[in-house]
């Protein structure tokens, strides 16, 4: 993923979405951020042609409208989604959750709530290696 590369993220908490956007500042991430509250907007989002292709996804599993794990079946069945790696933050500990998320290929499964120092450096790793990655997004 370069820099430039935008990544979505599918979340209706305000207080989440405001956490990770200043998670994303202090680790001086500067992808363009596309945040959309529920898996409905997101696909709305995906399937417009004037928005960019995200290079990675971080997806809430508890949303009105559609949740996350729909939001996952759709777009892992989809040729042109299922390549973009989709990372789940949630407060779901279901352990139904974690089997279904995998089974549909997430790329990483993190529960909420952490302590914000503890979110930054999940967020870091999570950045780091998604950074060193190339992305299958630049073939297709």
């Known amino acids: 993923m370069r820099s430039c590369d935008p990544i979505l993220l599918v979340e209706d908490d305000l207080i989440d979405i405001m956490t990770l956007k200043r998670g994303l500042k202090e680790i001086h991430v500067h992808n363009p951020l596309y ?47 299922r390549i973009i790696p989709v990372v789940v933050f949630t407060t779901s500990q ?17 529960v909420k709530p952490l302590s914000y120092p503890e979110f930054v450096e999940h967020l870091k790793v999570i950045y780091q290696y998604w950074s060193l990655s190339e992305s299958p997004l630049s073939i297709v």
């Open 35 to 81: 945040v959309r509250h529920d898996g409905e907007a997101a696909l709305e989002f995906l399937r417009d042609p004037k928005e960019p292709k995200p290079a990675l996804i971080f997806l809430d599993l508890n949303m009105p409208r559609m949740n996350g794990i729909e939001f996952l079946q759709i777009i892992k069945n989809d040729p042109h989604w």
């Open 94 to 110: 279901e352990e139904q959750d974690r089997l279904a998320s995998f089974a549909l290929g997430v790329a990483g499964y993190i």
